[in-house]
Nanobody, 114 residues
Framework: QVKIVESGGGLVQPGGSLTPSCTASGYPFSDFAMAWYRQAPGKERVGIATIGTIRDLQTYDESVKGRFTASRDNAKNTAYLQMNNLQPEDTAVYLC???????WGQGTQVTVSA
């Protein structure tokens, strides 16, 4: 049974940092890329970062490039999204999604507010 669990969200002031994590089980974690998405209230889910399986190649949406860094620890079946210089527009539920699969976690809430 596949299980995807995100954690590490929270409330942070503008300019602050958070590093959500995504722990997976039930499938060969190292064989799949991991994508991070976010969904703000009333808006569609948007892909913001992906970390691949070959040399951990990363891609980022322009909205987070230079501020967010995706990483993975295959020994721990865990992916991370280091988020720096957070702004109110980054407020959303953050989800991870191994690609290409149909598996999703429940997400972790990130709120950026003074």
């Amino acid at each position: 049974q596949v299980k995807i669990v995100e954690s590490g969200g929270g409330l942070v002031q503008p300019g602050g940092s958070l590093t959500p994590s995504c722990t997976a089980s039930g499938y060969p974690f190292s064989d799949f890329a991991m994508a991070w998405y976010r969904q703000a209230p009333g808006k569609e889910r948007v892909g913001i970062a992906t970390i691949g399986t070959i040399r951990d190649l990363q891609t980022y949406d322009e909205s987070v490039k230079g501020r967010f860094t995706a990483s993975r620890d295959n020994a721990k079946n865990t992916a991370y999204l280091q988020m720096n210089n957070l702004q109110p527009e980054d407020t959303a539920v953050y989800l991870c999604h191994p690609r290409p699969t149909n598996f999703w976690g429940q997400g972790t809430q990130v709120t950026v507010s003074a």
